[in-house]
């Protein structure tokens, strides 16, 4: 019985001790900067970004322009020429750069068979380098030749990206 009453009175001690450290830590502590070499950096940032994303509007305010004439080229109409010349990009550029398109074929105009190929003429095909190479010959070996142009998605390190480019360059032929 003693020792309920006295953990009682010195549990809620502790908390209203914690609870006191804690109001004067948050509310009552020094405002002083503790760190002396402390440069504030909101508004040259701000300014930074500012100037980085003025081009960015310039070409969103463009496109804007561009609309009205877009819509009238559907509806068969001649769109009227821009009133105003976009102004030049100071900043980066934000064209979008897609893959290079991918030939049909190896440069002699015949798709690479994926159970006779080579490693040197695995890595012509896009995406492809000595490792990818290696890791294809591998696998053909593990399953034992390859029965269907699918199986590539098996190989490590051939992602949806890769099988994409490269499924049209490749034929099976049997063993």
Same mark, same amino acid.
């Given at each position: 019985?003693?020792?309920?009453?006295?953990?009682?009175?010195?549990?809620?001690?502790?908390?209203?001790?914690?609870?006191?450290?804690?109001?004067?830590?948050?509310? !009552?502590?020094?405002?002083?900067?503790?760190?002396? +070499?402390?440069? &504030?950096?909101?508004? @040259?940032? /701000? #300014?930074?970004?500012?100037?980085?994303?003025?081009?960015?509007?310039?070409?969103?305010?463009?496109?804007?322009?561009?609309?009205?004439?877009?819509?009238?080229?559907?509806?068969?109409?001649?769109?009227?020429?821009?009133?105003?010349?976009?102004?030049?990009?100071?900043?980066?550029?934000?064209?979008?750069?897609?893959?290079?398109?991918?030939?049909?074929?190896?440069?002699?105009?015949?798709?690479?068979? !994926?159970?006779?190929?080579?490693?040197?003429?695995? +890595?012509?095909? &896009?995406?492809?380098? @000595?490792? /990818? #190479?290696?890791?294809?010959?591998?696998?053909?070996?593990?399953?034992?030749?390859?029965?269907?142009?699918?199986?590539?998605?098996?190989?490590?390190?051939?992602?949806?990206?890769?099988?994409?480019?490269?499924?049209?360059?490749?034929?099976?032929?049997?063993?």
């Amino acid at each position: 019985m003693m020792k309920t009453t006295i953990r009682k009175p010195l549990i809620a001690v502790l908390f209203m001790t914690g609870v006191a450290l804690l109001v004067y830590a948050l509310f !009552l502590g020094s405002t002083k900067n503790p760190i002396t +070499e402390w440069k &504030p950096v909101n508004e @040259p940032l /701000k #300014a930074a970004v500012e100037r980085l994303s003025e081009p960015v509007k310039r070409e969103q305010a463009a496109d804007t322009d561009r609309k009205p004439d877009l819509l009238a080229a559907a509806s068969g109409n001649e769109p009227s020429a821009p009133e105003t010349e976009p102004a030049e990009s100071v900043g980066p550029s934000t064209e979008v750069i897609k893959d290079p398109p991918v030939p049909s074929a190896d440069s002699s105009g015949s798709l690479i068979d !994926l159970n006779r190929a080579t490693q040197s003429e695995l +890595e012509t095909l &896009p995406g492809i380098g @000595p490792s /990818k #190479a290696k890791a294809i010959i591998a696998y053909r070996e593990k399953i034992n030749g390859f029965r269907q142009i699918d199986q590539l998605r098996d190989v490590k390190g051939i992602g949806p990206k890769v099988y994409e480019r490269i499924s049209g360059l490749v034929r099976i032929s049997q063993k």
